[in-house]
T-cell receptor, first 116, second 111 residues
Framework: EAGVVQSPRYKIIEKKQPVAFWCNPI?????LYWYRQNLGQGPELLIR????????DSQLPKDRFSAERLKGVDSTLKIQPAELGDSAVYLC??????????????FGEGSRLTVL | GNSVTQMEGPVTLSEEAFLTINCTYT??????LFWYVQYPGEGLQLLLK?????DKGSNKGFEATYRKETTSFHLEKGSVQVSDSAVYFC??????????FGTGTLLAVQP
């Protein structure tokens, strides 16, 4: 079974440029997450989807970040314009079931963003 | 709000040493608790979990017991190997199906 696929693995851009990350979750997983992991820190949730619906985007900086999950499968996370503080690893994860205490998230390898 | 506190690393051990990585949590309700591991160059993966008080999660020789009275979920292994070198994250899952992670603990095992 294929795992969560993310691209690109690495991205270096100058500040004020746009950037987009793509995620393909495990087939059949209806819950998809985007997390951000700063250096030396644990992952922090940006947004969670149940199928096509964003059910938790309270931590997403909506002035510059946007996300979509068309057709409830693949997802794209966009930053426009990027700032120096956006340098981090962006992690996508998926889960086969929602509800309380599921917690068995399957993570991709992440997309490491460096903003110069 | 809910939160997780992990012991800071790095933790450096010799092969076959005993490992403990402390994790305590603050939560309302009855969360599930998890340990995730990130090996060098790989994505995060679930190591073990416990869904209710007094449950013991175990996998690959690692164990952790959900202690409600001390709000703890410490990770232990009796004899570490070089291949256990990784970053370990304690995490808490609540009713919203959102995982809250600790800051991670780097474990380095020397031969």
């Amino acid at each position: 079974e294929a795992g969560v696929v993310q691209s690109p693995r690495y991205k270096i851009i100058e500040k004020k440029q746009p950037v987009a990350f793509w995620c393909n979750p495990i087939s059949g997983h209806n819950t998809l997450y985007w997390y951000r992991q700063n250096l030396g820190q644990g992952p922090e949730l940006l947004i969670r989807y149940e199928n096509e619906e964003a059910v938790d985007d309270s931590q997403l900086p909506k002035d510059r970040f946007s996300a979509e999950r068309l057709k409830g499968v693949d997802s794209t996370l966009k930053i426009q314009p990027a700032e120096l503080g956006d340098s981090a690893v962006y992690l996508c994860a998926s889960s086969p079931k929602g509800g309380r205490g599921a917690g068995e998230l399957f993570f991709g390898e992440g997309s490491r963003l460096t903003v110069l | 709000g809910n939160s997780v506190t992990q012991m800071e690393g790095p933790v450096t051990l010799s092969e076959e040493a005993f490992l403990t990585i402390n994790c305590t949590y603050t939560a309302t309700g009855y969360p599930s608790l998890f340990w995730y591991v990130q090996y060098p160059g790989e994505g995060l993966q679930l190591l073990l979990k416990a869904t209710k008080a007094d449950d013991k999660g175990s996998n690959k020789g690692f164990e952790a017991t959900y202690r409600k009275e001390t709000t703890s979920f410490h990770l232990e292994k009796g004899s570490v190997q070089v291949s256990d070198s990784a970053v370990y994250f304690c995490a808490l899952g609540g009713a919203t199906n959102k995982l809250i992670f600790g800051t991670g603990t780097l474990l380095a095992v020397q031969p």
